[in-house]
């Protein structure tokens, strides 16, 4: 499974998009994830976001969300340089709606994402440390 996650520099933070490894989404999945607090669920054969996929969280989850607060006005969107991420479609998406794409240097997003390094690393370990507590 994956999830992509935005979190807006004001500290808004944007609704999840999960993505399943499987063929297809089923029902309840996707009726107990909007139970939890909304976010979109979709299905990929590896469980990884790809060009389609990409192209649907930009819009059905970042425009709209952060155009109602920016109502006309340029968006920026800093993020890693996975090739979903910088497809022609994507491009012309993000200019179509005003969004500026800033892709962070090849082999560098391990150190520089923000939210990998700063909210998802506490998680991560801890996440880590109850698993080999449980599997000994």
């Known amino acids: 499974m994956s999830l992509i996650e935005c979190i807006s ?6 609704s999840p998009y999960v993505i ?19 976010g979109t669920c979709a299905v990929s054969n590896r ?4 060009d389609e996929l990409c192209l649907e969280w930009f819009k059905i989850i970042f425009e709209p969300e952060t155009s109602k607060v920016k109502n006309g006005e340029y968006r920026i969107l800093l993020f890693d340089g996975h ?17 500026i794409l800033l892709c962070l240097p090849s082999y560098s997003t391990y150190l520089l994402q923000p939210c990998d390094v700063g909210a998802f690393r506490p998680l ?12 000994k």
């Open 20 to 38: 399943f490894k499987a063929k297809n989404l089923l029902k309840d999945w996707y009726n107990e994830f909007r139970k939890e607090g909304g």
């Open 124 to 135: 991560a370990d801890t996440y880590h440390k109850i698993l080999n507590q449980k599997t």
């Open 47 to 50: 469980g990884w976001t790809d």
């Open 9 to 14: 520099s004001d500290g808004r933070v944007l």
């Open 83 to 99: 090739g979903s991420h910088l497809t022609r479609q994507v491009v012309e998406f993000c200019l179509k709606k005003k969004i």
